[in-house]
C-alpha cells in the first residue's frame, strides 16, 4: 500500500479489484469517475496502474489474504460508488486448452463479493471471459448472480463485444452488474457496427499516426498528425510516443510473417495467431502468459506488435503509460478490460448513481445473444 500524495476531488469513486494495469479504471476516469484502490498479485501491473492513477492507493498480493481491515485502511475515509473486477479467467477462458471447473481461478468472484460486502457500494461490476456463460452448464453464471443478488443488489447479467463500443477489436465479455433496488438498469446503447458506423478496424487504429518499425526498432515520435476519429481519440494532446519498441524477431519468424497475407494464420498449428486484416477489428487480444512470443502480426510490417499498437487495438489513450518492458506490456494489454467498453458501462452507472436510472440505453429483456440467455 502507498499513501496518496494528493486529496481525491469530489468525483465519483471506484474501486478497482483484480485491477491489472487498470482497463476499467482508464474508462471509469473517462466517465468522470476517480480510482480510490487498485488491488492486484501481479507487481509490474499494479506498477502501472499507480503510474497513471497517481492519487489511488494501491495493494499487491492475494486477494484471498487481504483482511477487512487492511482494505477499510487503504480506502480510507472516502466512500466508494462502485466496485469494479476483471476475475481472472484463465479457468473459463476457451484459449486455455486445460481448462476444468476445477480450476482454483474459477472461485476468485467469492473473494469479490467478500469485498463487496464489505465495502457495500452503490454499484458492482464483475467481467470474465464469454465461456463462463457455459462451463458447468451455467453454474457458474448462476452461483455469481445468486452472490452478488444475496448482498441485496439486483443483479444484471450480459455479454457484450467490445467492438460494438468503439473499441478496433471484437473481444466479447460476460458482464454482471448489480445495482440498488429500484434503480432502473439499462445497458449501454450500441454506437458501432451498422452501415452508417462501421466497426473501427486494424487499419484506424495503428496505421494513421504510428511511424514504421523493423524488427527491435523503437520510435518516440509520431509519422504526422492523425487523420482519424478513433487515432485522434486515442492519440488527444499527447505529443511523446511511448511503448512503441518491435519485438526483436530471427529472420526466419520476419519471412513467415512477411510471406503471410493479412488476416491469414502465420502457423498452421496455430491458427489463431495470424497476420491482422487493416480492413477489419482485430481478433481477441490475449496475454499469451510470460513467454516471449507475439500474437498477432503487423497488417503491412513484417513484424510482431509494439505495445503502443497492442494498447490501441485495445482503446487505451497514448498517454497510458506501461512498465514492465515488451512482455509484460503484452500481458497487461492482453488482461485489460478495453477503456472504451468500460466508460460505456461507466457512462450508464454514473447515471445511476446521480439520477437512479439511466436516461438511455437498452433495457435488459431487449437484450439478446446466441451465447447467454438471460436469467
Given amino acids: 500500500m502507498r499513501e496518496r500524495t494528493s486529496p481525491l476531488t469530489k468525483k465519483l469513486k471506484v474501486l478497482d479489484l483484480f485491477c491489472g494495469c487498470g482497463g476499467f479504471a482508464c474508462g471509469f476516469a473517462m466517465a468522470g469517475f476517480e480510482a480510490v484502490l487498485g488491488v492486484d498479485i501481479l507487481p509490474p501491473a499494479l506498477t502501472t496502474f499507480a503510474i497513471n492513477n497517481k492519487y489511488a492507493n494501491v495493494i499487491v498480493g492475494d486477494i484471498r489474504k487481504l483482511t477487512s481491515e487492511a482494505l477499510l485502511e487503504a480506502i480510507g475515509d472516502v466512500p466508494v460508488d462502485v466496485i469494479t473486477g476483471g476475475v481472472p479467467c484463465q479457468g473459463f477462458s476457451r484459449s486455455n486448452r ?42 457458474f453464471k448462476e452461483a455469481i448472480s445468486s452472490a452478488i443478488a444475496g448482498l441485496g443488489y439486483d443483479v444484471y ?140 502480426g503487423h497488417p503491412s510490417q513484417p513484424r510482431g506488435l509494439s505495445i503502443r499498437e497492442r494498447a490501441r487495438l485495445q482503446s487505451f489513450p497514448d498517454n497510458y503509460v506501461f512498465f514492465g518492458g515488451i512482455v509484460q506490456g503484452r500481458v497487461q494489454t492482453g488482461n485489460a478490460v478495453p477503456p472504451l467498453l468500460a466508460k460505456a458501462l461507466a457512462d450508464q452507472i454514473m447515471q445511476c448513481v446521480k439520477f437512479g436510472k439511466c436516461a438511455s440505453g437498452i433495457v435488459p429483456s431487449e437484450i439478446s445473444s446466441p451465447e447467454l440467455p438471460l436469467s
Fill in 157 to 296: 447479467c450480459t455479454i457484450l463485444n467490445a467492438a460494438d463500443y468503439g473499441v478496433p477489436q471484437k473481444r466479447q465479455r460476460i458482464f454482471f452488474v448489480g445495482v440498488q433496488p429500484g434503480v432502473a438498469w439499462r445497458w449501454p446503447q450500441k454506437i458501432r457496427g451498422s452501415e452508417a458506423s462501421p466497426h473501427f478496424t486494424v487499419g484506424q487504429a495503428i496505421l494513421d499516426d504510428l511511424p514504421g518499425l523493423s524488427s527491435a526498432e523503437a520510435a518516440d515520435t509520431y509519422q504526422g498528425a492523425p487523420t482519424n476519429e478513433l487515432s485522434q481519440l486515442l492519440r488527444g494532446d499527447c505529443q511523446v510516443l511511448t511503448s512503441h519498441e518491435a519485438p526483436s524477431h530471427p529472420q526466419s519468424t520476419i519471412n513467415r510473417i512477411g510471406r503471410t497475407k493479412p488476416g491469414a494464420p502465420m502457423y498452421n498449428s496455430f491458427k489463431q495467431r495470424i497476420r491482422l486484416d487493416p480492413n477489419k477489428p482485430s481478433p481477441t487480444q490475449i496475454c499469451g502468459g510470460i513467454r516471449p512470443q507475439f500474437q498477432f
Fill in 98 to 139: 486445460k481448462r476444468h471447473e476445477k480450476d482454483d481461478r474459477n472461485f476468485l468472484f467469492q473473494e469479490f463479493v467478500r469485498v463487496v460486502g464489505v465495502v457495500r457500494p452503490k454499484v458492482v461490476v464483475l467481467e470474465n471471459v464469454s465461456g463462463l456463460a457455459q462451463m458447468s452448464s451455467g453454474a
